[in-house]
């Protein structure tokens, strides 16, 4: 099955999305049109924009930047940005396949305003838009599952913070992630059987219900991919949340009868905070609902650094979840209902239609 390969070869592809962004050339001063001019100097804030499986990396860029980003840095999924963004404001627009018409529409309203705009795709209208304009851009390779190629999502959003001066000394720790994957990657292959292979048995165990998966500081974009990694690759519903948000709020949802929580299987992610009350926290979330919930298994992260710790538990969940698709007889890469509605709603919104006449008028 292609998505086993795609899982397989994530190590590589993150070697890979590292030497492709670090061809990027980020111009100083780009010169769009006769009133357009943008300086690409270091930004007051940055913005990823994107949708699903190409916005997630810029999740898990936020909790990574916690420690090391000193400018605010937010993910934007919508059709607009924020009213603060301009020409002090970074935008990564993130489209693997270029042709979303959020982020193209949010991608448009950047480059009018006069953001310092960098393109990650692999192709499509963002990348024709891009080679019109001059924005620079990160190609990626073609014909992947747009989840699964979140290397290609992830690494060129780092590399870009370093060349605008976001962040720097970084290679040990990208080069350690990858090692680190390179390990879990021996352990969760299809060949390894059950009582080796932590992914298989995070299947097994998630397959008779609801998956509820719960992060903590470092890992609330882990969460949510693990969430939507389970929607979209095991076509099931999930919940997600993180740590220490949930011991206000979900907390009081454990309170309802045991018929009913007793549906529920809660993963918890621990990755790297070993702040002593985050540490505590968890324990004592774990004890509260242990009898509430079906089961309880925890992830646990491998690695020294942030990111690989990070890498290493979503590298786990994301093979479970392809081993969670086998085991309810769906193809792990299909993506029926998204490609539905994203072409009912093209041929109403002609989004895309006016992003194109925006383009013309900006260069005109
Ligand atoms: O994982 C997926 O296939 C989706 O979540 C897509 O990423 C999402 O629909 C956005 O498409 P794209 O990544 O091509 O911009």
């Known amino acids: 099955m292609n998505s086993v390969k795609f899982w397989r070869d994530l190590p590589e592809q993150f070697e890979d999305a590292l030497q492709r962004a670090r061809r990027l050339e980020i111009p100083g001063r780009l010169q769009i049109s006769s009133r357009l001019v943008v300086n690409y100097a270091k930004p007051q804030e940055v913005l990823i924009v994107g949708m699903g499986g190409s916005a997630i990396g810029g999740d898990l860029l936020k909790d990574w930047a916690l420690g090391s980003v000193a400018v605010p840095l937010e993910v934007c999924r919508d059709y607009h940005i924020p009213i603060y963004a301009g020409s002090k404001s970074l ?8 042709d979303t018409e959020e982020t193209l529409s949010a991608f448009i309203e950047a480059v009018s305003r006069g953001c310092m705009v960098v393109a990650v795709t692999s192709g499509g209208i963002l990348a024709y838009l891009c080679r019109r304009m001059g924005i620079p851009m990160v190609e990626l390779p073609g014909g992947m599952v747009p989840r699964s190629a979140i290397a290609y999502l992830l690494f060129p959003l780092i590399v870009v913070l370093e060349k605008l001066g976001l962040v720097s000394g970084i290679e040990g720790e990208l080069q350690e992630a990858i090692e680190i994957l390179r390990r879990i990657r021996d352990e969760v292959v299809p060949e390894v059987p059950i009582t080796k292979n932590r992914s298989k048995r995070l299947a097994a165990v998630l397959s008779d219900s609801i998956p509820v998966i719960y992060g903590d500081r470092f890992s609330r974009g882990v969460a949510l991919r693990s969430r939507t990694q389970v929607n979209e690759n095991s076509k099931l519903l999930a919940l997600s949340g993180f740590l220490p948000e949930l011991d206000h709020n979900d907390v009081l949802g454990w309170e309802a009868p045991v018929e009913y929580t007793k549906r529920f299987t809660v993963v918890f992610l621990r990755t790297a905070d070993d702040a002593q009350e ?37 590298y786990i969940v994301d093979v479970a979840s392809i081993y969670l698709a086998v085991l309810n007889g769906v193809d792990p890469t299909a993506t029926t209902s998204i490609n539905k509605l994203k072409s009912q709603l093209g041929d109403r919104t002609k989004v895309i239609d006016h992003v194109k006449k925006e383009v013309d008028a900006i260069l005109d």
């Open 91 to 98: 935008v990564i627009a993130v489209s693997y396949s270029g």
């Open 278 to 314: 985050m540490k505590l926290r968890a324990e004592l979330t774990r004890d509260l609902i242990a009898d509430k919930a079906k089961r309880i298994v925890e992830v646990f992260p491998e690695g020294s650094s942030l990111l690989a710790k990070m890498l290493s538990i979503m």
